[in-house]
């Protein structure tokens, strides 16, 4: 295994076809692998550490049309036979905090109780990847979905108490927003929480409800895809990349830029309206 072996396989899996960033994916892993092998082989020296990757071109994040968020609310909706049913409707708030707020799903998953002020106008001290912290506005049209939330999330967690005393009121604030009963342990507040694959899997089931609505196909739903949808939005609103990175949480306003980026067609269309001199 050889630097310059590293570089032919990269090299060999372009030319079959395969993208630029799987391309990258695949270089990652074998960089990864340095550090277990030197573990295990004294003087091993990763051939793929200097090894470079394609250089990807940068695309506009997607992010969902207007018609396919309406979609989505109508498929996410409760009905009225389901509306006092406590999973439904904290499905519905998700949707709608997501696309509301633009955190990330493990920001998300981990927020507390604690973290959300009385007037329901903010969330505190919301940790970006990055270890820094935010603070998130919430829209006037998502507190009054929030609030029923929260007081049907209140009904239940008293429920759970009363029948079995497993939190102390101490514990309460350190519950996170968004709740599951599923292996609620004594003592153990966050126990409580969504797991990221539960998170994912009801955004997911969400998509292919609302897909059964449409008559044609919609873009393939996810948590991160509700965050893009919100980036753009704001900015479309602000035309400020710093407000949006803060927005974010993005520690590199670099990382917001490429929401700035824009496809061929609209540079040609641009070119086309600039009027010649």
Do not use: C
Not at 27 to 41: C, D, I, S
Not at 43 to 59: K, S
Not at 170 to 188: A, C, H, K, M
């Amino acid at each position: 295994w050889t630097l310059q072996a590293t570089k032919d396989y990269i090299a060999h899996r372009l030319s079959v076809g395969e993208s630029g960033a799987t391309v990258s994916r695949r270089l990652a892993t074998l960089k990864h692998l340095g550090p277990t092998l030197a573990e295990r082989v004294p003087g091993f020296i990763n051939p793929a550490r200097e090894a470079r990757g394609p250089v990807l071109q940068q695309t506009k994040p997607q992010s969902l049309t207007d018609v396919e968020i309406d979609l989505l609310r109508q498929a996410a909706t409760p009905t009225s036979t389901e509306m006092d049913s406590f999973v439904n409707y904290r499905n519905y708030t998700l949707l709608e905090f997501l696309l509301s707020t633009g955190l990330r799903a493990d920001e998300a998953r981990r927020l507390k109780l604690k973290q959300v002020s009385t007037d329901l106008k903010w969330l505190r001290d919301v940790q970006t990847k990055g270890k820094k912290f935010r603070n998130v506005y919430l829209k006037e049209h998502l507190r009054p979905i929030f609030d029923k939330y929260l007081k049907k999330r209140e009904d239940l967690i008293h429920g759970l108490l009363a029948e079995k005393p497993l939190l102390q009121p101490e514990d309460l604030p350190l519950v996170p927003v968004f709740i599951s009963l599923r292996g609620v342990q004594y003592r153990n507040p966050n126990s409580l929480a969504l797991a990221p694959k539960t998170l994912w899997r009801i955004i997911s089931d969400i998509g292919e409800k609302a897909q059964a609505l449409s008559p044609t196909p919609l873009s393939s739903l996810h948590p991160h895809l509700l965050r893009h949808t919100f980036a753009l939005g704001l900015l479309e609103v602000s035309h400020d990349v710093r407000l949006v990175a803060q927005a974010l949480g993005h520690s590199d306003v670099r990382t917001t830029m490429r929401y700035t980026e824009r496809q061929d067609e609209e540079v040609a269309l641009a070119s086309e309206k600039k009027r010649e001199r």
